[in-house]
C-alpha cells in the first residue's frame, strides 16, 4: 500500500516569504501526485497533480510542485506567500494499483503572518 | 462544467439518532463517489466508495452505511449515531476508470453529535 508523509503538521510564514511545504510518499509503482488546498469549513480544492511527463508542475494561485523520483518527494512551494494562503494544505496519492483509491497525508496548517 | 452538492452543511444530532447525509453531481456520467470523514486535527479517512449503482465498498468498519440509489446520488447513513460519528464529512467525484483523475469535493457537512 502507498503512504503519506507531511513533514510539519503547523508552517507560520511571513507575507510575502517563500512558502515550502513537504510531502514524501511511498510507492512501488509510479505514483500520481496532487495537492489539494482545505479553507475552514470547506471542502477541498485541487491545487496542481503530477501524472507523468514535466516534473515541476504548476497549479493555481501561484504554487507549484517538484516531483523528484530519487528522494521519493513531491513538495509545494509558493515564492511570495500572501495572506489569502493561510488554510489546510493536503498531499496525495492515487493508488495507481487499486484505481480510485487515494491515501491522503495528514496535512499542513499554514498561518501567514503580516 | 461538473458540480457537486452536499446537504445539509451543518447538522446537531443527539447520540441514537439516525443519519442521512446525501451527495449529487451534475454534469458528469458514471462518477467514482466517495464519503470521507475529516475528524478535528486529524487527515482525511475514506469512509466508502462507489464506482457504479448499487457497488459500495466499505474501508472501515463502523455504524455508518452508505448507498448508490441513483447514477449521480450517494447518501451516506446511520440507524444510531455514536459521540465518535462527530466530524467533517466530504463527498467526492472522480472520473471512472482513470488513475490520475482528481477528485473533485463537495463543501462538506459539519457533523456534532449530543
Known amino acids: 500500500a502507498q503512504s503519506v508523509t507531511q513533514l510539519g503538521s503547523h508552517v507560520s510564514v511571513s507575507e510575502g516569504a517563500l512558502v515550502l511545504l513537504r510531502c514524501n510518499y511511498s510507492?512501488?509503482?509510479?505514483?500520481?501526485l496532487f495537492w489539494y488546498v482545505q479553507y475552514p469549513n470547506q471542502g477541498l480544492q485541487l491545487l496542481l497533480k503530477?501524472?507523468?511527463?514535466?516534473?515541476l508542475v504548476k497549479g493555481i494561485n501561484g504554487f507549484e510542485a517538484e516531483f523528484k523520483k530519487s528522494e521519493t518527494s513531491f513538495h509545494l512551494t509558493k515564492p511570495s506567500a500572501h495572506m489569502s494562503d493561510a488554510a489546510e494544505y493536503f498531499c496525495?496519492?492515487?493508488?495507481?494499483?487499486?484505481?480510485?483509491?487515494?491515501?491522503f497525508g495528514a496535512g499542513t496548517q499554514v498561518v501567514v503572518t503580516p | 462544467s461538473q458540480t457537486i452538492h452536499q446537504w445539509p452543511a451543518t447538522l446537531v444530532q443527539p447520540v441514537g439518532s439516525p443519519l442521512s447525509l446525501e451527495c449529487t453531481v451534475e454534469?458528469?456520467?458514471?462518477?467514482?463517489l466517495y464519503w470521507y470523514r475529516q475528524a478535528a486535527g486529524r487527515g482525511l479517512q475514506l469512509l466508502f466508495y462507489?464506482?457504479?449503482?448499487?457497488?459500495i465498498s466499505s474501508e472501515v468498519p463502523q455504524n455508518l452505511s452508505a448507498s448508490r440509489p441513483q447514477d449521480r446520488q450517494f447518501i451516506l447513513s446511520s440507524k444510531k449515531l455514536l459521540l465518535s460519528d462527530s466530524g467533517f464529512y466530504l463527498c467526492?467525484?472522480?472520473?471512472?476508470?482513470?488513475?490520475?483523475?482528481?477528485?473533485?469535493f463537495g463543501n462538506g457537512t459539519r457533523l456534532t453529535v449530543t
Open positions: 467526492a467525484w472522480s472520473v471512472e476508470v482513470s488513475y490520475n483523475s482528481p477528485l473533485h
Open positions: 510507492s512501488s509503482v509510479p505514483p500520481y
Open positions: 503530477y501524472t507523468t511527463g514535466a516534473t
Open positions: 496525495a496519492v492515487s493508488e495507481g494499483d487499486s484505481w480510485g483509491k487515494f491515501q
Open positions: 454534469g458528469t456520467s458514471n462518477p467514482n
Open positions: 462507489s464506482v457504479g449503482i448499487g457497488q
